[in-house]
């Protein structure tokens, strides 16, 4: 039986050599592992010296794949099988935030997920049903599943910032306003930004995004 702390993937220690004063914790998307997302940690370590980042390789086995690994299969497109599909990793995914946290002793607002595609799905879900606020949610090219249900099941609102190519072929584009108007109908701080032609990938001026973002984000958290 997978458990939480069965995840581990790629990491990469704070550029400072010290201990880490924050945490980024990459999700990646269906298909990939954790290394496809590691390759950002070097750019965000630029405004991050002092944070630590981890990769975690989804817990399955990709079903549509030879290879790679996913947070839930996306054989059946329904809502409520992804929903389904969701609800069965989040637990996963919880346990393995707090454990890391645990470990680097720090608290949830110095945490920021950072998601593409299957994984900014899996962010936004845990991310805004976590007791303790984040300190920030980055998602590219994803969705916001079952948005319906956020009224009743939202447990704190961390500041997320949302890039999607407008040329996406994968996710459609139109997932985008979607998810920020649920975000925003939750009293969610959310930042927007539509990429012309691009598909479903992450480009230079998503990547500056986020790393302003983040900087922003993590450096309002509380002192230790």
Request: charge should be negative; proline fraction near 10%; glycine fraction near 10%.
């Amino acid at each position: 039986m997978t458990t939480a702390f069965d995840l581990d993937g790629p990491r990469l220690a704070p550029a400072s050599g010290q201990a880490p004063k924050q945490l980024v914790v990459l999700l990646h998307g269906l298909g990939a592992d954790g290394n496809d997302l590691i390759s950002l940690a070097p750019y965000l370590a630029q405004v991050l010296p002092e944070a630590a980042f981890v990769s975690p390789n989804a817990p399955f086995p990709c079903d549509m794949a030879p290879f790679g690994r996913q947070w839930f299969s996306l054989q059946e497109r329904t809502p409520e099988a992804m929903l389904g599909g969701i609800r069965m990793s989040a637990p996963i995914l919880e346990g393995f935030l707090d454990a890391e946290l645990a470990k680097a002793g720090l608290t949830a607002e110095r945490l920021a997920l950072v998601g593409f595609s299957q994984g900014t799905m899996m962010a936004l879900h845990v991310g805004l049903r976590r007791e303790v606020p984040l300190g920030a949610i980055v998602g590219f090219s994803g969705a916001l599943l079952a948005p319906e249900l956020l009224p009743a099941e939202i447990r704190s609102r961390p500041p997320v910032l949302l890039v999607h190519g407008a040329a996406d072929e994968v996710v459609p584009a139109q997932a985008l306003p979607a998810a920020v108007a649920a975000l925003e109908a939750n009293q969610v701080p959310v930042t927007q930004e539509l990429r012309p032609g691009l598909g479903h990938s992450i480009d230079e001026r998503g990547l500056q995004l986020a790393m302003s973002f983040l900087k922003e984000a993590l450096a309002g958290a509380p002192p230790e």
